[in-house]
């Protein structure tokens, strides 16, 4: 009988014992708007409910803590919050890391960020630098653990030194199988930080048991961690589809299918499934490739007939263990420049903060991937070749910090 699944936060509601240390301390936390209990109300509301914590100031992310705000480098205000009356710093705003005058709003971090599992999302680099900021001024931090909806598999290139950024906080690969509260494991001993600090687990999570894998599905409802991340199957692709921001094709913003698709008015996405399925047949399992048409209503390529493509990694063509988005995007590309040699396929913008490197470089944490992409005489095995050392090194790594 399988067992009903605790997020940290549902734990420290329901343990008054795990409270305990917390009495008589400014207590903040840092949440969004899939920071929420297993009865769906939001970790902020549900903490100031508690008689015995002091709830003194709360944080939000990129795109705010109630994910109001829809794209890159758009930025969230500080605001005091109008039900509970207590400071609401952003950390995608005037800053990215927090200030001492915010430090100093508090005693202990209850962090509640629900993830997807993969290097680019940026509440890993939040988490890393909230970590930082609590060394350096003495604070607390407390990680309520919630699951990595995209389960353990672990694929992609790992970031090279020298490339960290908003989008990369630190060497790990694409999916990296961890949860936040694993993560933060990980930072603390490979940042060498010390501070006070601790998880609260999961009870009950299973990240192999189907048919969600990494998601509670059927038991825990889906809330968007951010706009574009509407439900489980977009969480499972978005380690390859996220490589679309670095793009000049739509990864169907604007729809209702965002990360879930890519196309563009001038590209035949007939011919490009087809060439994936000639060039590397074995990299496009676990999933079904449907040609489809969509118009996006803004971003990329808003108003035009897009012809383009949907990766169905849902239902009777989902095979967990076989399922490589990372590779699936890549492939994309790569069939793309095949077919359409002088595609301008690279997006050149200002991406996260960053002006001066090629957005699709600061994705995937080194230019490795484009310029296998790029290069006329570059195969699958070639990638392969540097994605398996990657991929092989970091399991390794990685079992050191593995709670379940």
Same mark, same amino acid.
């Given at each position: 009988? !399988? ?6 936060? +549902?734990? @420290?509601? %329901?343990? $008054?014992? =795990? /409270?305990?240390?917390? &009495? ?12 929420? !209990? ?6 902020? +509301?549900? @903490?100031? %409910?508690? $008689?015995? =914590? /002091?709830?003194?100031? &709360? ?346």
């Amino acid at each position: 009988m !399988t067992q009903t699944i605790q997020f940290g936060i +549902d734990r @420290l509601l %329901a343990e $008054p014992a =795990l /409270r305990r240390p917390l &009495a008589g301390r400014r207590i903040a936390l840092l949440a969004h708007p899939a920071s929420v !209990t297993a009865d769906l109300t939001h970790s902020l +509301d549900a @903490l100031a %409910a508690l $008689p015995d =914590l /002091r709830l003194s100031a &709360a944080f939000g992310p990129q795109h705010g803590l109630k994910g109001d705000k829809q794209d890159n480098m758009v930025e969230s205000p500080d605001f005091i919050d109008p039900q509970h009356g207590i400071p609401i710093f952003s950390l995608y705003g005037e800053v990215r890391r927090p200030t001492a005058a915010m430090m100093d709003t508090f005693d202990v971090l209850l962090v509640d960020l629900q993830d997807l599992g993969c290097r680019i999302y940026t509440f890993i680099t939040t988490l890393r630098y909230v970590l930082e900021a609590a060394a350096r001024h003495g604070k607390s931090v407390w990680v309520l653990d919630r699951p990595n909806p995209a389960g353990r598999p672990v694929e992609g290139l790992t970031l090279r030194e020298g490339w960290e950024s908003f989008v990369g906080a630190g060497a790990l690969p694409m999916r990296h199988g961890l949860t936040l509260g694993e993560l933060a494991g990980w930072f603390v001993r490979t940042l060498k930080l010390d501070l006070d600090w601790q998880v609260i687990p999961m009870r009950n999570w299973q990240p192999e048991a189907s048919p969600g894998f990494g998601w509670p599905l059927g038991e825990r409802t889906w809330i968007n961690p951010s706009p574009n991340a509407p439900n489980l199957w977009m969480a499972r692709a978005y380690a390859g589809t996220v490589m679309l921001e670095g793009a000049t094709l739509s990864e169907g913003r604007g729809t209702t299918r965002p990360l879930e698709i890519f196309g563009a008015p001038d590209i035949d996405a007939r011919a490009i499934i087809a060439d994936m399925h000639a060039l590397a047949p074995h990299w496009l399992r676990g999933c079904k490739l449907r040609e489809i048409w969509f118009e996006p209503t803004f971003h990329k390529h808003a108003g035009q007939l897009n012809h383009g493509v949907q990766i169905h990694c849902e239902g009777p063509y989902y095979d967990h263990a076989a399922f490589q988005p990372w590779r699936i995007q890549a492939l994309a590309f790569k069939a793309i420049r095949r077919l359409y040699p002088d595609y301008p396929l690279w997006r050149d913008f200002g991406y996260e903060y960053e002006f001066d490197r090629l957005a699709i470089d600061l994705i995937n944490g080194s230019p490795l991937l484009r310029e296998w992409v790029d290069s006329p005489s570059a195969s699958p095995a070639d990638l392969d070749a540097l994605a398996q050392a990657d991929e092989a090194a970091w399991l390794e790594t990685r079992s050191r910090f593995l709670l379940y």
